[in-house]
């Protein structure tokens, strides 16, 4: 099971927002961080620190430019709006459609289960006008029902543009199961027939590797 956390404030003195994933166990764990200019990230394998952005990284030496001989002249491939055109009939088809709705039934499936499981928070803001300021209240006006009431918004239709608030997301999700679909939609065999249609060909009908 892969866990993560989002959590962050914003205001006139500081701004600090954060982000932890780690699975069950603490086999690995990642996390990164935002002040207001820098942004640092840190893994860990076990107790173990295998990554951490923070620490100045080594210097390279600069390499010596090698010349080359001769250099053979490149393919010229097609454009995506030649390759498009080429398989017109196989993009319109009726396999093609039907992979294309099993394709996004398994992206929703992926997206839904990854989706946070909890979110709080609350926000003043002002976007500079009034329009715009009732603009984005009603798109959130959309969204609050899935909020649970857990979000509150607080609009300031007077002032200049400015933001402040805190927040906290937190999710969990089974990696097993997110890779299972994924590869279900690769190993598609009317995706790898598209991929393989879809690939560039040069200008005199050779594949390119």
Do not use: C, W
Request: charged share 30%.
């Amino acid at each position: 099971m892969i866990i993560y956390r989002i959590k962050g404030i914003k205001n006139d003195e500081i701004t600090d927002v954060s982000a932890k994933v780690f699975s069950l166990l603490r086999l690995f764990t990642f996390t990164v961080s935002f002040d207001g200019k820098d942004v640092l990230t840190k893994a860990y394998i076990l107790f173990f620190k295998v990554h951490d952005s923070s620490k100045p990284k080594k210097k390279e030496e600069p390499k010596e430019e090698t010349q080359t001989e001769s250099e053979e002249p490149e393919e010229e491939k097609e454009s995506m709006i030649e390759i498009l055109k080429r398989n017109k009939d196989l993009l319109l088809s009726d396999e093609t459609k039907a992979l294309l709705e099993r394709t996004l039934n398994k992206l929703k499936r992926i997206i839904k289960h990854i989706l946070p499981k909890k979110i709080t928070g609350e926000a003043h803001y002002s976007a500079g006008s009034p329009d715009n300021t009732g603009y984005i209240m009603g798109l959130f006006g959309m969204l609050y029902p899935s909020f649970n009431g857990n979000v509150k918004l607080y609009p300031d239709f007077d002032s200049d543009a400015f933001f402040e608030g805190k927040g906290l997301i937190k999710g969990r999700f089974f990696l097993l199961a997110v890779l299972i679909l994924a590869l279900r939609i690769a190993l598609d065999k009317q995706m790898r027939k598209l991929f393989s249609a879809l690939k560039g060909r040069t200008k005199d009908g050779r594949h390119t590797t």
